[in-house]
């Protein structure tokens, strides 16, 4: 999927990532970086994202890591990140990212909530990205 909605051209500023660790790959991350400008949400800073991000939770923080540098690298003033599963959110926090708590929410029709029915057992491991959402918003 992430090939469809990532190629590896032809989307402006979004590089795709695979994070490799002793010499077998651990996980991935989308990133977009952006050069400054008049955006409402950030006035003139260049602004770096990391979009989309999956390992296991013990490979997060190098996933992290490694999408951080790669965005520091190209001079952004600013990174953020969208996350939903509390493992990520930790080890973002983890990296030095600050964590705005109940910024997010995961809403679904009333249908679709009786199928995933009971929500308690499973609601704590939902990991969401913006990649799962509407994109990555401004960045496109």
């Known amino acids: 999927m992430m090939n469809a909605l990532i190629p590896a051209t032809g989307l402006q500023n979004a590089v795709r990532l695979r994070i490799v660790s002793d010499g077998a790959p651990v996980g991935w991350a989308v990133v977009h970086h952006a050069a400054p400008s008049t955006d409402g949400r950030f006035g003139d800073l260049a602004v770096g994202l990391i979009s989309d991000c999956f390992a296991r939770l013990e490979h997060a923080p190098l996933v992290i890591d490694a999408a951080t540098r790669y965005l520091a690298a190209r001079e952004v003033d600013l990174i953020y990140s969208n996350q939903s ?9 983890r990296t030095g990212y600050l964590s705005l708590a109940n910024r997010r929410l995961f809403a679904c029709s009333p249908a679709l909530s009786a199928l995933l029915q009971p929500v308690a057992e499973w609601q704590g491991g939902l990991h969401l990205t913006n990649m799962d959402g509407h994109g990555p918003h401004g960045f496109a």
């Open 85 to 93: 599963h509390p493992g990520w959110v930790e080890a973002f926090e």
